[in-house]
T-cell receptor
Framework: DQQVKQNSPSLSVQEGRISILNCDYTNSMFDYFLWYKKYPAEGPTFLISISSIKDKNEDGRFTVFLNKSAKHLSLHIVPSQPGDSAVYFCAATPRGSNYKLTFGKGTLLTVNP | DTAVSQTPKYLVTQMGNDKSIKCEQNLGHDTMYWYKQDSKKFLKIMFSYNNKELIINETVPNRFSPKSPDKAHLNLHINSLELGDSAVYFC???????????????FGEGSWLTVV
């Protein structure tokens, strides 16, 4: 039972353009969402997060949007750089839990020079 | 200075063997985790320890036994290894649980376990 879904296994964009990575969730108890980035042979690293009380959070080139009614969030990277090429994981945690992250399967982003 | 370090990075072993993966964090965190990434690429939590106490045990077979000798270490021992145990195991740590207070989870580089 996939509670966090990343339906696009891969995405390819040109350097300088916008990358949009999507994530859907089914558990209405989720109230905090995170994006992690993972390079090959390394562990995931935290990128950006958003609380369910917000609909947008921005950090430099990275912006996360949350649409609670649609149970959908997206990560925008503008402008995309070749160094952004990695697997991006969406993750969520439910209200009342401080210790459990549920991850999606990840989306491989390739930014072409 | 690696914040969360785990050893070994690669491990190939035969079915039925017992093996351990060690994890240490030097971030001063009080919570540590083991996650498993299987062949389908899902990252799933296995265990969570807070101040050496087990907080989460996600229906993991009892062949898997985590041990936390102190807050900086969380080792994973696996008995009677099976083919399906082949996966990448990630250790992680955080301060005071999760992220709403601005904390996040820091992951190690992963341990690639192959059971043959």
């Amino acid at each position: 039972d996939q509670q966090v879904k990343q339906n696009s296994p891969s995405l390819s964009v040109q350097e300088g353009r916008i990358s949009i990575l999507n994530c859907d969730y089914t558990n209405s108890m989720f109230d905090y969402f995170l994006w992690y980035k993972k390079y090959p042979a390394e562990g995931p690293t935290f990128l950006i997060s958003i609380s369910s009380i917000k609909d947008k959070n921005e950090d430099g080139r990275f912006t996360v949007f949350l649409n609670k009614s649609a149970k959908h969030l997206s990560l925008h990277i503008v402008p995309s750089q070749p160094g952004d090429s990695a697997v991006y994981f969406c993750a969520a945690t439910p209200r009342g839990s401080n210790y459990k992250l549920t991850f999606g399967k990840g989306t491989l982003l390739t930014v072409n020079p | 200075d690696t914040a969360v370090s785990q050893t070994p990075k690669y491990l190939v072993t035969q079915m039925g063997n017992d093996k351990s993966i060690k994890c240490e964090q030097n971030l001063g965190h009080d919570t540590m985790y083991w996650y498993k990434q299987d062949s389908k690429k899902f990252l799933k939590i296995m265990f969570s320890y807070n101040n050496k106490e087990l907080i989460i045990n996600e229906t993991v077979p009892n062949r898997f036994s985590p041990k936390s000798p102190d807050k900086a270490h969380l080792n994973l021992h696996i008995n009677s290894l099976e083919l399906g145990d082949s996966a990448v195991y990630f250790c992680a740590s955080s301060q005071e649980g999760l992220v709403r207070s601005g904390n996040t989870i820091y992951f190690g580089e992963g341990s690639w376990l192959t059971v043959v």
